[in-house]
């Protein structure tokens, strides 16, 4: 091959034991989901200005890529490349700690009873409004970090213990000033839709007004977001409600998430593929109807594994009926300070093969190229593809499957997000 026909690199992950990819990856509404994985030994990646170039076996790279001058090398020796890890459902941002309302849960007090009593969300957004703005950051860094270490390169994360303008901005400008801080994607969605303060209760209209008229307009012209999400259920918010706070969000820019079937079937699931949404998460009660539904329409199912393990319910997400009926199922962490302390991804891609009984495989591509699909990236990250972002997990030994097989204790070796080398421990 002649010099100028060679792939140009400036970033060269070399003699890795295995470069885990996706031959036949999901790429949207009218294309059909596939779970297969393919492990390629004795692998190198190559990338150029952040975004891969090329991915083959290491006899190969000379031939096939022209390395730059002043290439930097990575040398990933006895690893396994897999692609960083997309979270895309997290409440990270909070302030405060509420063990005691886990220990409550564990002798049998409900979820929905504890918020309704004051407790649960409220609790912590007494504790987020009394927080100085640069401890809440010092803090949510500190989780960030800890997410990174299970190769996490990509995070969404919610707004929704402000519960009032001032508070719910506050909010965004940590959530933007993580962006500048941390070394890894940081998606911000507006939540404000989260809870209804004890205050507003006398008139929910009012506050649902507000959050529309009001709220939102504002988010959007400090763009400070890039989704709006909702709590459809009993006690939070109806699904006219939701209707008229996601067609708001719509209406300036913010596109549809939605909270639905976590407690009790709604309507959520038809309002989500109403709406388009990018995204409908939890599905923890979505039945044969809500799947049907789904089918089709583009809208993300994303379900929460560890959610449905920190609160005890007697059942999980139909995750295996959502593969059967080729929906790009996303799985994501939901780490927040209620309902799931679980954090980063590997303890969720160990939750999602031992309570939802997905394979290694279909538990990888539902916590990388499928969640970067519920954030509407599904073409830019996710994978180890050309014309992707140069991110990720480096993992100790040959195969993918000591992830979940090690019940979330394996952490990375080395990190790259963006063809920036963040973590490396090697
Ligand atoms: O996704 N369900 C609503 N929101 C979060 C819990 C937030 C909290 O309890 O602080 C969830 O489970
Ligand atoms: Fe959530």
């Not at 009790?264 to 923890?284: F, K, R, T, W, Y």
């Amino acid at each position: 091959m002649s010099e100028s026909s060679r792939i140009k690199a400036d970033f060269i992950v070399h003699n890795l034991a295995s470069a885990v990819l996706f031959p036949e990856p999901y790429r949207g509404q009218g294309t059909v989901p596939s779970w297969r994985t393919e492990e390629l030994k004795n692998a190198s990646v190559a990338a150029k200005e952040g975004v891969i170039v090329w991915v083959g076996p290491s006899a190969r790279l000379s031939a096939e890529v022209q390395i730059e001058a002043d290439a930097r090398f990575y040398n990933g020796c006895g690893m396994t490349a897999v692609p960083g890890f997309v979270d895309s459902h997290t409440h990270l941002v909070y302030a405060g700690d509420r063990s005691d309302e886990f220990e409550m849960r564990v002798q049998g007090r409900s979820y929905l009873d504890i918020l309704a009593a004051g407790g649960g969300i409220l609790r912590t957004t007494e504790a987020i409004r009394n927080m100085p703005e640069e401890l809440i950051l010092v803090e949510t860094l500190d989780r960030i970090e800890q997410i990174m270490r299970t190769g996490v390169t990509t995070v969404e994360i919610k707004t929704g213990y402000g519960l009032d303008l001032e508070n719910e901005l506050k909010m965004l400008r940590v959530i933007d000033r993580l962006k500048e801080e941390s070394l890894i994607r940081i998606i911000p969605t507006f939540m404000g839709a989260h809870a209804i303060p004890a205050d507003r209760r006398s008139d929910p209209d009012a506050f649902v007004d507000e959050i529309c008229k009001v709220w939102i307009p504002e988010v959007a012209r400090l763009e400070l977001a890039m989704f709006n999400d909702v709590f459809t259920e009993n006690k939070a918010f109806s699904v006219q409600q939701s209707r008229r706070i996601l067609e708001a969000g719509l209406a300036n820019g913010l596109r549809a998430k939605i909270h639905a079937d976590e407690v009790n079937v709604l309507g959520g699931v038809d309002l989500a593929v109403e709406l388009g949404a990018v995204s409908a998460d939890h599905l923890l009660m979505t039945g044969d109807a809500g799947i049907a539904k789904l089918k089709g329409s583009g809208v993300i199912p994303t379900v929460l594994p560890g959610t449905s393990t920190y609160l005890m319910e007697s059942h999980h997400a139909p995750a295996r009926k959502m593969i059967e009926a080729c929906l790009p199922l996303a799985i994501a962490s939901d780490h927040n300070p209620g309902s799931c302390q679980f954090l980063g991804a590997t303890i969720i891609q160990a939750l999602a093969m031992l309570q939802l009984r997905l394979s290694a495989s279909e538990a990888l591509i539902a916590g990388t190229l499928h969640a970067a699909h519920a954030l509407g990236f599904g073409d830019q990250i996710g994978a180890i593809e050309p014309g992707r972002r140069m991110d990720l997990a480096l993992f100790a030994g040959d195969s993918f499957r000591q992830i979940g097989y090690q019940a979330g204790a394996s952490r990375v070796e080395a990190l790259i997000v963006g063809g920036v080398v963040a973590i490396d421990q090697f």
